[in-house]
């Protein structure tokens, strides 16, 4: 029903179309009964939403705010307003279910900022172990999968002091910074390459001599 309203939550009821479009029959009292204190009738035919107020204008109604300056107009018309700009006592909400509004709007921003976030599945960060085994073969590099997770794991995902963004452009950079192919075909161990593998030297020392006592 928020959604069929206007930017005043004011919203024209036609019991006749309702009873078309479900198959069941309504009346004004079953209206009035179901909803109660959410929905108020103002004329024959306009029905209000109190809570539709607090949930679009956190911050309240001003006429001379151009988003809400129309909404007063709407409101004033139906004298649903005092002189302060307040919705009239019959049609306020109690400070507890203001509180379950605002935390409906922290939800409906999240869902937002999630729909926004990029669905690109390399700037996922971290990817999973898998996923990057999974990208060293569609590139057809030489399985570094395990060093390279191991290597940002370690560090945070970083590159330099900042953030990964694209996790398969780290993956290219790493194959071109770690396999400088010689002439002859071999590999060239970098430093990088060599710090990681005499890091795991070292772990693997150091599980061993502990492995003893």
């Known amino acids: 029903m928020l959604d069929e309203c206007d930017n005043a939550g004011l919203i024209e009821l036609d019991l006749e179309i309702a009873e078309v479009l479900t198959g069941f029959p309504y009346s004004i009292a079953d209206v009035k009964e179901t909803y109660k204190n959410r929905l108020f009738q103002i004329t024959e035919d306009v029905w209000f939403i109190p809570?539709?107020?607090y949930f679009q204008y956190p911050k309240g109604l001003?006429?001379?705010d151009n988003v809400t300056k129309n909404v007063v107009n709407k409101l004033q018309k139906y004298n649903l307003l005092t002189k302060d700009l307040d919705l009239l006592e019959t049609y306020r909400i109690s400070n507890i279910d203001i509180q379950v509004i605002y935390?409906?709007?922290?939800?409906v921003k999240e869902e937002v900022k999630e729909k926004a976030q990029p669905k690109n599945k390399f700037k996922i960060i971290p990817p999973t172990i898998e996923m990057v085994k999974e990208r060293f073969l569609e590139l057809n590099?030489?399985?570094q999968s395990e060093k390279f997770f191991n290597y940002y794991e370690s560090n945070g995902w970083k590159?330099?002091?900042n953030k990964m963004v694209d996790w398969s452009a780290a993956i290219i950079?790493?194959?071109k910074n770690n396999f400088n192919n010689k002439p002859n075909g071999t590999i060239t161990e970098t430093k990088r390459d060599?710090?990681?593998r005499?890091?795991?030297a070292v772990a693997e020392l150091i599980r061993n001599v502990t492995s003893k006592y």
């Open 103 to 107: 935390k409906d709007m922290d939800m």
């Open 194 to 196: 060599r710090h990681i």
């Open 141 to 143: 590099y030489s399985d």
């Open 173 to 175: 950079n790493w194959n």
């Open 159 to 161: 590159v330099g002091k």
């Open 198 to 200: 005499e890091t795991e």
């Open 62 to 64: 001003s006429n001379t």
């Open 51 to 53: 809570k539709f107020i």
